[in-house]
């Protein structure tokens, strides 16, 4: 009976061990096949990749040099002296004399020095006097040109819809001492192994049952890059079970080279805003603001260290623990005889990197976000990678966001309810979009105050009540019609600011004016000006609502609006996208402009698969009328609403609008210099009143966002239409014709048309 028994034990013994090796057997043939068929669609997708616009440089413009400088070795150029043949991707700076020995024009004598770049395209050079542009010249040989175009970079990756910042390169181009110091700290035996190394398990089974903690891993590269490519970071037994056995396996299937190669590009390096830094040469950019290759041994010592924990180890917000687990790199490299004591010493010595001067912080998500949203309305096709070349412009951008933190601050500190409601967590939100106007692109784009707390776009996706900031359009429609005495309204043309009741449908309206007074009868100009409701309503009506409905359509509004009487006072929602349309089709002059994101887009091979068709010659309205509204809008700056950008230190001539909806729920300002429209928007998600008006919240953004954009260009005045002509106007002969109203002592200028009549009661 026992000899039955332990035959039958011994029977299924061995049948349960069959079992489970052909079950293990089928196992690994399972995960071997399932690895072969993701190693045949090559280690990495397609990305979409994201560049920003041009950069354009024009005479007068300023720059600061040495951000100039490293903006370009940061973005790959390579500084050569002057005797020197310059390549593709290289620069190099001439005094006055190389300059003109190289020039068939006489060069200005203020120039101090040219800047000589040979992008892929093409050869450049410009000339300062100091940090000023003097000329501009491209070709060879060189011709001079009114603009620049600097090659546009990328700045942001896509990999299967995930925000990545990476830089395929090949392990040949990789610094020696990058290799050394990641294998001296991950992996020492990386070339003697099969995947996996047992002693190196052993010693950190040892060191962390010794010190009751996971104070060491056994990993292997082979493993780490298992782990990263094909698994999850889930911490089981499982998991790490798959990853031996598929480490044993990815070594049978590729050599070391190639393991080691793609492990470069595809480690884990830290973060930029919402995008992952993947690989060494990615993260050298990010943390040096250089390329790979022209790392040193601290440098690489430095990477290597980050390697292990990117956020515990951040050389930025954690210098003291990066600086002991680089000098640690340091020492195992000595250890393992990849470097003498002089190289160690130097090496120790070396400081760590300070953030680098790039341009941005914080990769313009919002603006990303927008571009990949029309990406897939368009129905590109994402999976197989795209170049996608934006009208970003980096330093605008960089501006926007900065400049919307901290003027959110500003108001939070200054007014103690915002900062209850911040505390309670309804955090003020702001959102700003910048234009080129001779373009219409967008060059920069702020949705939010933060990203990371709210993806909601602001700018593209809100539907805000616009009020005041829509004024504008009821002018125009006036320019277009004559007065009920048959003569054309002018800037000059009287509307009577009284009370009234307007009867509609079985209802009747009564607006009011913002401070509840009444100035009597007004010129069209101080109407507009002074944004008064009760002026504004009057005409608006007497124009036809009709009207304002069409010149809306016709200058960019998509949105529902209804001939209304409220919509002569704004009482309707649009996005700030459309308001920036609108008045980006004022700011020149009446010609279409459809707001661009997005130049082009190509395939990885340089096929363009689309191109935005041009808005050229499409006029909406005629020049001349656009033109004497601009010049309205103008004595908003000068006497007006927005009277306060004087003494904001805003020195370029200007043009703009302010916005307060009815319970201060919304404050826009919208406004504009020859070159630049910028609109920014202050307000509640859940549309709570702020407090704020156009003018106390949304202008001090703008200003402080256009004051220093307008340090770019000399300033200049707008370049009018023909048609028109200015007329100045003293403070008694404005008092003439209209006695009851205050004027400036200096008077005003204004612009007219040929055909207006001149009033004079």
Sequence with gaps: MSKRRLWVGLTLLFGSVTLAIIWAALWMFQLHRDM?????????????????????????????????????????????????????????????????????LALPTEVSSCWVIRSPERLQLIAFNQSRILALFEGEPFVPTSRLE????????????????????????????????????????????????????????????????????????????????????????????????????????????????????????????????????????????????????????????VVNSPGRFNPFTAPERALSRRNLV?????????????????????????????????????????????????????????????????????????????????????HAHLQELKAEGRPLQAGLIAVDIESGQVMALVGG?????????????????VGSVMKPLVYLAALEHSQPSGLNYSPLSPIPDESFTYNFEGQSWSPKNYDNREYGLVPLFFGLSQSLNLATAQLGLDVGLNSLVDVSRRMGIESEIRALPSL???????????????????????????????????????????????????????????????????????MGTARSLLWRGLT?????????????????????????????WLGFDDNHPTGLTGASGALPLWAEFMKAMGRRHPPEDFHWPQGTHLRELSKAELQRLYPNLDFPAQGLELLLRSTDTPFDP
Aim: proline share 6%.
């Design 330 to 414: 340091l020492q195992r490299m000595l250890d393992l005889n990849m470097l003498d004591e002089e190289s160690f010493a130097q090496a120790q010595q070396s400081p760590l990197p300070q953030r680098p001067p790039r341009t941005l912080t914080d990769p313009a998500p919002y603006f990303v976000q927008a571009v990949m949203k029309e990406l897939r309305q368009r129905r590109l096709p994402l999976e197989e990678g795209l170049r996608v070349f934006t009208s970003l412009d980096p330093a605008a951008q960089e501006l926007a966001q900065t400049s919307v933190g901290s003027e959110l601050e500003r108001l939070e500190k200054a």
């Design 150 to 305: 600097l090659a546009p970079r990328l700045f942001a990756q896509f990999y299967e819809d995930q925000p990545i910042l990476r830089e395929l390169q090949p392990l040949g181009a990789t610094p020696l001492v990058c290799l050394q110091a990641i294998t001296a700290i991950e992996d020492s035996q990386f070339l003697e192994h099969s995947g996996v190394s047992f002693t190196g398990i052993g010693r950190a089974l040892v060191r962390n049952f010794s010190q009751r903690r996971v104070a060491e891993g056994g990993s292997t590269i082979t493993q780490q890059l298992v782990k990263n490519y094909f698994l999850t970071h889930e911490r089981t037994l499982r998991r790490k079970l798959v990853e031996f056995f598929m480490a044993l396996l990815l070594e049978l299937n590729v050599d070391k080279e190639e393991i080691l190669e793609t492990y470069l590009n595809v480690i884990y390096m830290g973060q930029n805003g919402p995008f992952q830094v993947r690989g060494f040469s990615s993260a050298a950019r990010h943390y040096f603001g250089r390329s790979l290759q022209d790392l040193g041994l601290s440098e690489c010592a430095l990477l290597a260290a």
């Design 568 to 638: 002569t006072l704004g009482a309707f929602e649009l996005r700030p996208w459309e308001v920036a349309e609108v008045f980006t089709t004022l700011a020149r002059f009446g010609e279409k402009a459809s707001l661009r994101m997005i130049l082009r887009v190509e395939d990885l091979g340089g096929k363009i698969l689309y191109s935005p068709p041009s808005d050229r010659g499409l006029w909406q309205v005629a020049p001349e009328n656009a033109a004497v509204l601009v010049s309205m809008m103008k004595q908003s700056v000068s």
């Design 449 to 465: 105050r933060s990203w990371r707390q709210s993806q909601f776009n602001r700018i593209t996706e809100a539907r805000r009540q």
């Design 652 to 680: 370029h001539p200007s043009a703009g609008k302010t916005g307060t909806t009815s319970d201060y729920r919304d404050a826009w300002f919208v406004g504009f210099t020859p070159r630049t429209l910028t609109l920014t």
């Design 36 to 104: 072969q068929a993701r190693l045949a669609e090559g280690w990495f997708l397609p990305p979409v990749e994201v560049f920003t616009g041009p950069e354009v440089l024009y005479p007068g413009q300023t720059l600061n040099l040495k951000a100039f400088r490293s903006q370009l070795e940061a973005d790959g150029f390579r500084s050569r002296e002057a005797h020197q043949r310059l390549l593709s991707r290289d620069f190099s700076v001439w005094d006055p004399f190389q300059c003109q020995a190289h020039l068939s």
